[in-house]
């Protein structure tokens, strides 16, 4: 058995040592570059566009612009996630240009592209381009897109307000808060964030007029996606004459999902008959790649005597930014909301979600993607309240969380948890930690002036995806299946085909192992194919947390149908029935006898098929597609606690222990789960206490535009210890039992040193800080507290 092995990932070694072959690594004979002019500018008019200058330049080609676009009767993209409003309106959609038309919205808008010879022309050319604006204020604060006095962004629209979501019943909300023992209110906000990748986002495309055929080579998460979005929405091209390949691809995190560029350079590699790239500088990812996070929300929960919840109330207003990408709507129009209440039986709620639009980069999937966000929103909320109760915060918890015998749990906001056990994982993460131990020390510490924090967390994921039709009923453009081909060669080595793709999430291994186990041969004599669409079937790309339970299975299922025709093959060598043989280490046996044949003999006679049935009952060939509809999503569950250190006259920040205690279903690879959960702390430590896209109130201009102003995680800035431990309770709606694990370790860290960060200042009288948890952010709560009477 293979499945719960800690196999090492096969391609390290060849990442390590410089080995790895990524898009801008491509060069193609007699390859031109594209670079983008994009706006200096928040909002403005555009006058008008003069490129002379540019193609006075020396080794410039072309200048495009939206002018070029519309006269080839090109298209536009697609929002494949919309959000209506609850009464069932359409949302108030305002989609991402190809080129900036009249007016650009935010710094890094695309007004250009232009071509050269060479990069440094390409670039050259586009500082050429003479733009000519009349700067209009801007609206970049998202607690104030909805003023009464708050600038219209799109005019047309006559509001900034996208979609407005209400779940709950109002007034008998408000009606527990006013005879509810405590009320504990807060008003957060999650900050912005940027992926940023190790690989920036890059297109290299190239046309064949001979076959009109187009091969765009791209950092892509979802192959296939891609390549449906050129031919049906923007370059009307047939589909079956593109062909998209992702290579290594250095990391998605969500935001390799957008095509953007990616057409304009198909498009141009035809227009020009020669092949063009575009790789991003990180300067210009910072206004160009979708950004993440950004809500804005007023919240309280209410609570009895004894510290149960009886009722929560959550107003937020998403940032979705100057106009409306591929999934946006649905990340706080549904993961959000669907997660709000974590892991409590809290039988009341009222929400409020309303998505807006700003003069800032867009807002799209990021990893975790709406649950960080609801995770901070409750988990804060419990903790304040328990110690405003004078109550201990696990006990609080324990009253409240979910019982293992009550699920399926359908919560109030749209979403049934599937299984469970959230006391058992806390008991986990308590002995994990030592809890008891960790409050004598912080005793010890505040005693001696040194103070200490314990915050904990306790929330869930949504991974996986739900069926193609479900998804649809709520207005997807996408389906939920996932593909997969098994093809056993003639001499029983097999290659994997998967729709899914791998770039960090150690597929080359994870599936390797299951389809070794299924079909109980060498994993050495199994390879895995993806990020071709030439080569691997239709598939909806990795994302959500889905690779595992939606691609995974349809490797299982699709090993299955192989090992069901290698039988019938067996069966017909060895001249017996098929349910008379027993199938164990890649040996067909008749039962209690010394009659064999190995996996790879079967392979042989099912490509030589001369030896198979005269009758063709058995068609010759072995190997099999599936494409898995899933049932539904899975539930994810974790518990995180951190310990920290505070200095109180500087604000600096230690945060010297992290505990999580994860339930991601049955485990295919403790280390690359482990793995998972590693990097996704690391990102979820960095919103929580480093990262931060700032815009000028004033301007929009972005301020935080580079690594000099925008703090990335380093190692020194990990805790020093760091302990998991995990919990595997089957998921019962996939075949596998495994559930998502790659993003309870961004989710939970906002919320969990949130907590222990005002756990250690509360003496002071600090009830809250503002996310990110810099020192300057701890040095003004501090301060504020000595201002209001506090040590």
Known sequence: ??????????????????????????????????????????????????????????????????????????????????????????????????????????????????????????????????????????????????????????????????????????????????????????TLVSNRVLGNPMETRSFLAQYEAETERFTLWCTTQIPHYFRRWLAKFLLFEPEHRIRVVAPDVGGGFGLKIHIAEGAVVTWAAKLMGRPVKWTSSRSEAFMSDSQARDHHTRAAMAFDREGRIVAMKVDTIAALGAYLTQFAPSIPGNSYPQTVTGLYTTPAVHLRVRGVYTNTVSVDAYRGSGRPEATFVNERLLENGAREMGLDVVEVRRKNLIRADQFPYPNLLGRTYDIGDPPALLDKLLAVADYAALRREQARCRAAGIWMGIGLAAFLDKSGTGSSRNLATRGGLHGGYESAIVRVHSDGKVTLFSGS?????????????????????????????????????????????????????????????????????????????????????????????????????????????????????????????????????????????????????????????????????????????????????????????????????????????????????RADDMPERLALVFQEIPCPSNILGVKGGSETGTIGPPATIGNAVVDALWPLGVRHVELPLTPQSVWRAVQAARQKGGR
């Not at 020396?58 to 959000?83: F, N, S, Y």
């Not at 599936?511 to 669409?533: K, M, P, W, Y």
């Not at 069901?564 to 349910?579: N, S, T």
């Open 1 to 186: 058995m293979y499945f719960g092995k800690a196999l090492r990932r096969p391609e390290d070694r060849r990442f390590i040592t410089g080995r790895g072959r990524y898009v801008d690594d491509i060069r193609l004979p007699d390859m031109l570059h594209a670079a983008f002019v994009r706006s200096p500018h928040a909002h403005a008019r555009i006058l008008s566009v003069d490129a002379s200058p540019a193609r006075a330049h020396a080794g410039v080609l072309r200048v495009l612009t939206i002018a070029d676009w519309e006269q080839a009767g090109l298209g536009k993209l697609v929002c494949v996630h919309p959000m209506p409003f609850s009464d069932g309106r359409p949302m108030n959609e305002k989609l991402k240009p190809i080129f900036a038309k009249d007016k650009v919205c935010h710094v890094g808008d695309v007004v250009a592209c232009v071509i050269g010879e060479t990069r440094d022309a390409a670039l050259d050319g586009a500082e050429a381009v003479a733009v000519a604006y009349a700067p209009l204020p801007a609206v970049t604060e998202t607690m104030r897109a909805l003023d009464t006095d708050a600038l219209v962004l799109h005019t047309e629209i006559g509001s900034n307000l996208v979609f407005e979501i209400e779940k709950g019943n109002q007034a008998a909300v408000e009606a527990i808060f006013a005879d509810a023992h405590h009320v504990t209110e807060l």
């Open 501 to 713: 793709h791998s770039h960090g999430q150690g597929h080359n291994i994870t599936f390797r192992q299951i389809a070794a186990d299924e079909l109980g041969i060498d994993i050495a004599d199994i390879d895995l194919v993806e990020g071709d669409t030439d080569q691997v079937p239709y598939g909806n790309g990795t994302w959500g947390s889905r690779s595992a339970s939606v691609g995974g299975v349809a490797i299982a299922l699709a090993c299955r149908k192989v090992r069901d025709k290698a039988r019938r093959i067996a069966a017909h060598r060895l001249e017996c029935a098929a349910e008379d043989l027993d199938y164990e280490a890649g040996v067909f046996r008749v039962g209690g006898t010394d009659r064999a044949v190995g996996f790879a003999e079967v392979a042989d006679i099912a490509y030589h098929a001369a030896r198979l049935p005269p009758d063709r009952s058995i068609a010759p060939g072995l190997e099999e597609t599936e494409f898995y509809e899933p049932t539904d999503t899975n539930d994810p569950e974790a518990m995180h606690l951190a310990v920290v250190f505070v200095d109180i006259e500087t604000g600096a920040i230690r945060v010297r222990d992290y505990f999580t205690a994860d339930d991601a279903g049955r485990i295919i690879n403790p280390m690359i789960v482990e793995g998972q959960v590693h990097g996704g702390l690391a990102q979820g430590i960095g919103q929580a206490m480093l990262e931060h896209i700032v815009y000028d109130r004033e301007s929009g201009q972005l301020v935080s535009g580079s690594f000099v102003d925008y703090a990335m995680p």
